[in-house]
């Protein structure tokens, strides 16, 4: 069985509330089961994920703190040790973008 990396009790208040209410858009716009499940693990993901470069709100992420993790995610650099496709690394930049337009 897989080992849990990323836990929701480390989110700190700013990226909880964005996380939450991304989640909220995606009940509102009556996303199947599987994929409201999908938002709130690739958001959690992202989110510490900018948490551990030290990104502590949304409202700090710039295009630059974007690019570093994406260099990051390709090198192996995250929780999980491995390099990330460009599929994941696209799920994880529509995630942002869902939590940031929240």
């Given at each position: 069985?897989?080992?849990?990396?990323?836990?929701?009790?480390?989110?700190?208040?700013?990226?909880?509330?964005?996380?939450?209410?991304?989640?909220?858009?995606?009940?509102?716009?009556?996303?199947?089961?599987?994929?409201?499940?999908?938002?709130?693990?690739?958001?959690?993901?992202?989110?510490?994920?900018?948490?551990?470069?030290?990104?502590?709100?949304?409202?700090?992420?710039?295009?630059r703190i974007w690019i570093d993790l994406v260099d990051a995610y390709r090198n192996g650099q995250s929780r999980s040790g491995k390099p990330l496709s460009e599929d994941s690394i696209?799920?994880?930049?529509?995630?942002?973008?869902?939590?940031?337009?929240?």
């Amino acid at each position: 069985m897989a080992v849990k990396r990323y836990h929701d009790r480390e989110l700190n208040e700013a990226w909880g509330k964005v996380r939450n209410l991304a989640i909220e858009d995606g009940v509102g716009r009556n996303n199947r089961s599987k994929t409201q499940r999908n938002t709130r693990d690739v958001t959690r993901w992202v989110a510490l994920d900018l948490m551990d470069r030290g990104v502590q709100s949304p409202d700090s992420v710039d295009q630059r703190i974007w690019i570093d993790l994406v260099d990051a995610y390709r090198n192996g650099q995250s929780r999980s040790g491995k390099p990330l496709s460009e599929d994941s690394i696209r799920k994880r930049k529509e995630a942002l973008v869902q939590m940031l337009r929240a």
